[in-house]
């Protein structure tokens, strides 16, 4: 049995023990020299979240709009290419996991899991990030099969 998960280091030190190294080392790194990882860390550890009890919440929201939808939370789930490698139907899953919550998902041109595939499996749209590469024709399809 695992031990209890109480904080984010506690669910990547689990994490780390069932998932392939290559694979921890694909999702844990950035592109080039990762300099933009490094800032995104450090402005994420900058951030504190004050604790506080007894308030009412009861008519609190945090849904909000992001480019003319509104969504459950104001976030959406990044594309992260060859998701379909961390878990069979990944990305399915994913967007699955994003629909129920109510926030966007969106496909990475280097999934796994095709447009098709993902589109069949659920009802919400999703979006598409597509990686513009020197053959344009293949561009245009994976334009024409996000539509």
Do not use: K
């Not at 104001?74 to 878990?87: D, K, S």
């Not at 966007?104 to 513009?132: G, K, R």
């Amino acid at each position: 049995m695992s031990p209890p998960i109480t904080c984010i280091d506690d669910l990547q030190a689990l994490y780390h023990r069932r998932v392939p190294r290559m694979f921890v080392d694909y999702v844990e790194s950035g592109s080039w020299s990762e300099s933009t990882l490094r800032a995104n860390r450090l402005a994420f550890d900058g951030l504190t979240f004050n604790q506080r009890v007894a308030i009412d919440l009861s008519e609190r929201s945090v849904s909000a709009p992001l480019l003319g939808t509104d969504y459950a939370l104001p976030v959406a789930l990044a594309p992260i290419g060859m998701g379909g490698m961390q878990r069979a139907d990944g990305e399915i899953l994913a967007a699955r996991a994003a629909e129920a919550i109510g926030v966007p998902y969106t496909l990475s041109t280097m999934s796994v899991c095709s447009i098709e595939d993902v589109a069949a499996a659920t009802t919400a749209p999703f979006w598409f990030q597509l990686y513009v590469m020197r053959d344009e024709g293949f561009v245009r399809s994976l334009i024409d099969r996000a539509r």
